[in-house]
T-cell receptor, first 113, second 113 residues
Framework: NAGVTQTPKFQVLKTGQSMTLQCAQD?????MSWYRQDPGMGLRLIHY???????DQGEVPNGYNVSRSTTEDFPLRLLSAAPSQTSVYFC????????????FGNGTRLTVT | AQSVTQPDIHITVSEGASLELRCNYS??????LFWYVQSPGQGLQLLLK??????LVQGIKGFEAEFKRSQSSFNLRKPSVHWSDAAEYFC???????????FGAGTRLTVKP
């Protein structure tokens, strides 16, 4: 059981470049989300999805796009990377009921120069 | 929206000593509360959760936490710390349908031999 798989593990971008962080889960979880982790700030929710075709904004959505065409995949797109987006990104998923905990991937470390 | 405060950025304890990590939350109703642990370079692993019932909850690795509504707290405890407990610990709160889970800034635990 692979759980939540994130690719790539590391990425370096130049300002203005675009890229997609991939996230896939094999647990048939309806809910998926993206967080960014910055020192001293914990994890902050970027976007989340409660099912295929449904997405919503979290606490810090600006500069990021998401889509959910399948239950398994939830990619995060940076259309024009900025140095402020240097961070560690975590994808997480959970099942119903509402009190279920999140299952996390191992993260993607992104540096924007 | 709900929020979490972890007052201690860094705590150092001796191996074998007891541990208490503090967590205060803000939410108008009964929240869903979680403690996660993160080892270096890894994703987050669930230690325990609370959503109703007995206010003292047991988790993995010998951890427990107590929900105190009057103090809006959910402190994590362990009676005897092991060197392998050195990690970063995050408290999280979910409200409503728990689609928007908020994390504290984290507490880094160092264990002295």
């Amino acid at each position: 059981n692979a759980g939540v798989t994130q690719t790539p593990k590391f990425q370096v971008l130049k300002t203005g470049q675009s890229m997609t962080l991939q996230c896939a889960q094999d647990m048939n979880h309806e809910y998926m989300s993206w967080y960014r982790q910055d020192p001293g700030m914990g994890l902050r929710l970027i976007h989340y999805s409660v099912g295929a075709g449904i997405t919503d904004q979290g606490e810090v959505p600006n500069g990021y796009n998401v889509s959910r065409s399948t239950t398994e995949d939830f990619p995060l797109r940076l259309l024009s990377a900025a140095p402020s987006q240097t961070s560690v990104y975590f994808c997480a998923s959970k099942t119903r009921p509402d009190n279920s905990p999140l299952h996390f991937g191992n993260g993607t470390r992104l540096t924007v120069t | 929206a709900q929020s979490v405060t972890q007052p201690d950025i860094h705590i150092t304890v001796s191996e074998g000593a007891s541990l208490e990590l503090r967590c205060n939350y803000s939410y108008g109703a009964t929240p869903y509360l979680f403690w996660y642990v993160q080892s270096p370079g890894q994703g987050l692993q669930l230690l325990l959760k609370y959503f109703s019932g007995d206010t003292l909850v047991q988790g993995i690795k010998g951890f427990e936490a107590e929900f105190k509504r009057s103090q809006s707290s959910f402190n994590l405890r362990k009676p005897s710390v092991h060197w392998s407990d050195a990690a970063e610990y995050f408290c999280a709160v979910g409200g409503g349908n728990n689609n928007d889970m908020r994390f504290g800034a984290g507490t880094r635990l160092t264990v002295k031999p």
